[in-house]
């Protein structure tokens, strides 16, 4: 179970603000390119459960993740998250091919999907995605993670902390932003929800 605190910025000056101020605990900046999957008869989306192969920086690193029973409740996300590491070269040829999903062996994650959701090998279809600039920053012993997310549609502003305390964290992290003037909000859906959407919340 993935636990998370999840908070809005409502626009690119906040963001460039709160990115000022976090500068000096900059730990590393990721460029994340994520394409989501489902079988060709919503196997997957049917059962509240969402594929999304993401790569790193280009392709220095590919992970495949299969999340499901995702909850969004005043700012705390819970879901049921398994991840592994592929080859980025198989990444990118399932992202050009998505019937090659059905025969990657070496998949653990993949082997689960057939299983478990019963996609047929040959029926996976690529719904898409978005790209992500995510920075990282080490503060006060939590590892918080600015986002940028680039939809076709328009730029959505969030700041997450994994956390197996979230309420602690959310308390801590509210009372920075709200000392230091950032406006936020509650995150109200996952990023993946919105692009499906085609709109910004």
Same mark, same amino acid.
């Given at each position: ?63 495949? #993740? ?7 409740? #005043? ?18 040829? #399932? ?65 997450? #902390? ?40």
């Amino acid at each position: 179970m993935e636990v998370e605190v999840k908070l809005r910025l409502p626009d690119s000056a906040t963001h460039q603000k709160l990115s000022d101020l976090l500068k000096p605990f900059h730990s590393t900046t990721h460029l994340q390119e994520n394409v989501f999957f489902d079988g060709g008869g919503a196997e997957l989306s049917s059962k509240l459960a969402v594929l999304r192969v993401r790569f790193y920086n280009s392709d220095s690193r590919c992970v495949v #993740c299969l999340k499901a029973k995702a909850v969004l409740v #005043c700012g705390v996300s819970r879901v049921e998250e398994d991840e592994e590491d592929i080859d980025p070269a198989i990444g990118r040829a #399932c992202v050009a091919e998505p019937c090659r999903l059905g025969s990657v062996d070496s998949s653990r994650i993949l082997r689960r999907v057939r299983e478990e959701f019963r996609v047929a090998d040959n029926s996976f279809v690529c719904l898409g995605g978005f790209g992500n600039v995510r920075s990282v920053y080490d503060w006060k012993g939590l590892k918080l993670e600015l986002d940028e997310t680039q939809y076709a549609f328009g730029t959505y502003y969030e700041i997450e #902390c994994e956390s197996a305390d979230p309420e602690s964290v959310k308390k801590l992290l509210e009372g920075f932003l709200s000392d230091n003037g950032i406006t936020y909000s509650y995150s109200e859906v996952f990023k993946f929800t919105i692009f499906r959407s085609g709109k910004l919340p």
